[in-house]
């Protein structure tokens, strides 16, 4: 087992860490930036070291300033949260290189999953459904295209391979506007991305996001976990996580479940990591990404599972074999989270920096709160948002949904702004109530078709 | 009391002795006297000071973290010692991470006042390793007795 860890991050999750650490006797480093001094992270931890300027450039992301903090407080691994250089594949070689562990899959296996052209044909290999589409680019002349169209049937939708953030893309519902589509999805992708190169998908309609757990082991064990419903996104960035998903059912679940042990089981995976799905509205089932790290919103899975998914992180990261399978597994609640954020949904959730006068955080039974916030904290703003995860947890979902309306009554966050009261809109909507959650449910039903 | 003659002569006289300071009273009159080396403008009770301008130093800190060397090796002397003058750009460390050695130079010209880590002592980004004096101003004060600059 490690004697000393360094953690490479910082807010709610470099807090998550060091506390898996305290618990498994494992000291720690952490690492911040100057204007990160008196972050909480680097209050709790057993020593801290300050590797560089605000800028995450400078620091978060400066790799031989992490090696060297390493290196002088004799850390014998390296955990890397997530975002910053979790799933950096040069890092993961430089922490090898360098005889320290980098808590995480290996570099090839995150080097797989970053492809995503790689790893939808790696999965297809696996017998993993993934959204059908064209093999490669596609161009508006290519004599093939209407044939290759019809193949996976309309709706299509038309994707930059450069692309994010919903630019490049046109849906196409019939033939004729499929030519026309492509090229100004063309023209797009160019002036955005700097790179003209689309190729077409099957669009699926009001799609689920569902995502699994898994664990593996260096024996090459892997093992499942209920999945995760985040299909409340705003702009690709998920708001609301919630476990087991109102819209599986066990039979589902088993079969996605096996999916995603596979995917993993492709790429050797060790450690833990998330395999994401889109369900359609028919409940087909298909593979989008893999994610090779721990996620902000692993928290659900352990409230209803009791599994302390960092502990096994560590411990599988340190060889130590998977001890349980999937169907050990009980889900013994109902869990959601809410990502409060530092941003102001009325001034279109432009990003609320600066210093937290009060903060109450709730509590009783069935809530969990993972944050870094404490009163006179001053957040900076230079990094990410998140100011804290609210989770709650009940019997049924039907309690877990009052506990969490509960919770977010008691909260208190004063000198920001936060996206509390868009939570408490989400939680008092009948929709919501209902189950009827897919990606479109937020412009749909709380900003009216925004 | 003395004339005036009498109390130059015997001004004079003490100035040459290592007495510091003297309280004179005879017949009514007083005499203060402390030696300075500043001109006293006003009456015997009269001492006049001035003032100090307060030291302007700059700590120097570190550019990065790793450990730092006073000098190239331990069959070296160091770059600097405290009392050392240094101009910019002149090497006065230097910082080890990774199996890589990075010289730290000074950005300013100065002295040394002081030197605040160890040999071979793991530093932070940030972290003070040398007390600069600038040396500015010392010119226009004048007062700072016996330094000869």
Redesign the interface.
Same mark, same amino acid.
């Given at each position: 087992m490690f004697k000393k860890i360094l953690i490479a991050n910082r807010g709610e999750i470099a807090c998550r860490v060091i506390r898996a650490c305290h618990e498994l006797g494992i000291k720690t480093v952490a690492i911040h930036s100057e204007i990160d001094r008196d972050s909480l992270h680097v209050k709790t931890a057993d020593e801290s070291i300050c590797i560089g300027p605000n800028p995450a450039a400078e620091s978060y992301l400066n790799i031989p300033s992490i090696i060297s903090a390493a290196e002088i407080s004799g850390a014998d691994a390296i955990h890397p949260g997530y975002g910053f250089l979790a799933e950096n594949t040069y890092f993961a070689e430089v922490c090898e290189s360098c005889g320290i562990k980098f808590i995480g899959p290996s570099k090839e296996s995150i080097e797989k999953m970053g492809d995503k052209i790689a790893a939808r044909k790696l999965m297809q290999k696996y017998g993993v459904p993934v959204i059908p589409g064209s093999e490669g680019a596609v161009v508006a002349d290519d004599p093939d295209l209407f044939k290759l169209a019809k193949k996976i049937g309309y709706p299509i939708i038309v994707k930059a391979t450069a692309g994010g953030g919903g630019k490049g893309m046109r849906v196409v519902v019939t033939e004729e506007a499929l030519k026309n589509a492509i090229a100004m999805a063309q023209v797009e992708a160019k002036a955005a991305f700097g790179n003209e190169v689309v190729y077409i998908e099957k669009y699926i309609e009001e799609p689920h996001h569902i995502e699994f757990q898994i664990l593996g082991d260096a024996r090459g064990k892997v093992v499942y976990l209920p999945e995760r419903d985040c299909s409340i996104q705003r702009r690709h960035q998920k708001l609301v996580e919630e476990s087991p998903s109102p819209f599986i059912d066990p039979s589902l679940r088993r079969k996605m479940g096996k999916a995603a042990r596979h995917a993993a089981e492709a790429v050797n995976y060790v450690t833990v990591g998330t395999v994401e799905f889109l369900v359609d509205k028919y409940k087909h089932f298909y593979f989008m990404e893999m994610n090779t790290r721990i996620q902000v919103e692993h928290p659900v899975t352990e409230m209803i599972t009791g599994l302390d998914l960092v502990k096994e992180q560590i411990k599988l990261a340190a060889g130590e074999r998977l001890g349980f399978d999937s169907k050990d597994i009980e889900i013994r609640c109902h869990a959601i989270e809410c990502r409060i954020n530092a941003e102001d949904p009325d001034r279109d959730f432009m990003p609320s920096p600066g210093k937290v006068t009060q903060f109450i955080a709730p509590g009783g039974p069935g809530i969990r709160v993972d944050s870094h916030l404490y009163a006179g904290y001053t957040i900076p703003s230079f990094y990410d948002s998140l100011l804290a995860k609210v989770i709650a947890s009940g019997a049924n979902r039907n309690e877990a949904i009052i506990r969490m309306q509960r919770a977010l009554g008691e909260m208190t966050i004063e000198g920001v702004k936060t996206t509390a009261q868009l939570h408490k809109r989400i939680m008092a909507n009948d929709y919501f109530h209902k189950g009827d959650v897919a990606t479109d449910f937020l412009p749909k039903y709380i900003f009216g078709g925004e | 009391m003395m004339n005036v003659e009498e109390l130059r002569n015997f001004l004079g006289a003490l100035k040459h002795t290592d007495i510091e300071e003297l309280r004179m009273e005879s017949g009514g009159n007083k005499i203060f006297f402390r030696k300075s080396d500043v001109v006293p403008i006003a009456g015997p009770k009269a001492e006049v000071k001035v003032a100090v301008p307060e030291k302007q130093l700059i700590p120097f800190k570190s550019p990065?973290? *790793?450990?730092f060397y006073h000098s190239r090796s331990s069959d070296h002397p160091p770059f600097v010692i405290e009392g050392n003058h240094i101009v910019p750009g002149q090497k006065i460390g230097i910082i080890e991470?990774?199996k890589?050695i990075k010289d730290v130079a000074s950005n300013v010209k100065g002295k040394i006042v002081k030197v605040c880590v160890k040999n071979g002592q793991?530093v932070?980004? *940030?972290?003070e390793l040398f007390v600069i004096d600038p040396e500015i101003g010392i010119e226009t004060a004048g007062v700072e007795p016996g330094t000869g600059l």
């Open positions: - | 990065m973290v *790793g450990t991470a990774m890589i793991s932070e980004y *940030g972290q």
